[in-house]
C-alpha cells in the first residue's frame, strides 16, 4: 500500500514537470518546439512529454501542431486576472504613501519598452494634484516611474525628474525588487516641489512594501 506522503511527493513533481514543460514552450525564441525539444529542455522522456501536455491542452494553456507545441489562448485568460491583483495588493501601501506626502502615487509596469499605470490613488486632502490615469503608457526612459523600472541593482535607490512627462509636475520612482518576473516602479507625482531627500526614502520603502504584498 502507497503512503500519503508518496502520492503527495508525486503530485509535487508532477506539477513541477508540467511547469517546466510550460516554461519551455514560452522560452522558445524562434519557431515552436517539438516534443523532442522539449523532453530535452525538461530532461524527461518523449513519452512523460506527452503525457505532461494532456492536461496543459486541456486547459488552453498550449496547443499541438502535428509534432511542435505552442502557448495557448488560455495563458490570456489567466494573464487578463493579472493586473487587478496587483492592483489590489498594492492600493493599501500606495494610499499611505499618497496621504503621506501629499502626491498622487503609482505603480507602474513595464510592457515590452513601455511604462503603464495599473494603479493610481490620489491624496484627497490636497488642494489639486496631477490627474495620472490607469492605462497611462509612457516610454520606459522618460519620466521617474519608467527610469525607475530600469535602474541596475548595485545603482540608484530612486529617480528624480521634472517636467518630462507633464510640464510643472515633479516625481520621484522606486523600482520594486524581488518579485519573480515582474518589472515595475511605486512613485508620486506632483506640482509641488519634492524633498528628494525625504520622499526619496519614503517612495523606497513603499516599493518594499509592495513588493512583499506581491509575493
Given at each position: ?168 509636475a515633479y516625481g520621484i520612482a522606486a523600482p520594486v525588487r ?38
Amino acid at each position: 500500500m502507497t503512503s500519503p506522503g508518496v502520492h503527495g511527493k508525486e503530485s509535487s513533481l508532477t506539477l513541477d514537470r508540467g511547469l517546466a514543460l510550460l516554461q519551455a514552450v514560452a522560452d522558445s525564441e524562434s519557431e515552436a518546439p517539438t516534443i523532442s525539444d522539449l523532453a530535452a529542455a525538461i530532461g524527461a522522456s518523449r513519452a512523460a512529454v506527452y503525457r505532461l501536455l494532456v492536461p496543459l491542452q486541456a486547459r488552453g494553456l498550449v496547443r499541438r501542431e502535428g509534432s511542435r507545441v505552442r502557448l495557448g489562448l488560455g495563458l490570456l485568460r489567466l494573464s487578463a486576472r493579472v493586473l487587478p491583483q496587483l492592483r489590489h495588493a498594492a492600493l493599501p501601501a500606495l494610499r499611505e504613501l499618497a496621504e503621506s506626502i501629499g502626491a498622487t502615487a503609482h505603480l507602474t509596469v513595464a510592457d515590452g519598452d513601455e511604462a503603464q499605470a495599473v494603479a493610481v490613488v490620489e491624496p484627497s486632502w490636497t488642494a489639486y494634484h496631477v490627474a495620472y490615469r490607469v492605462g497611462t503608457r509612457h516610454s520606459l526612459r522618460k519620466g521617474a516611474s519608467g527610469k525607475a523600472i530600469l535602474l541596475p541593482f548595485d545603482g540608484p535607490e530612486w529617480v528624480a525628474t521634472a517636467g518630462e512627462l507633464q510640464a510643472g509636475a515633479y516625481g520621484i520612482a522606486a523600482p520594486v525588487r524581488g518579485v519573480s518576473g515582474l518589472r515595475a516602479s511605486v512613485g508620486v507625482v506632483t506640482f509641488e516641489r519634492l524633498h528628494a531627500e525625504v520622499v526619496g526614502p519614503q517612495v523606497v520603502r513603499t516599493a518594499a512594501e509592495v513588493a512583499a504584498a506581491l509575493r
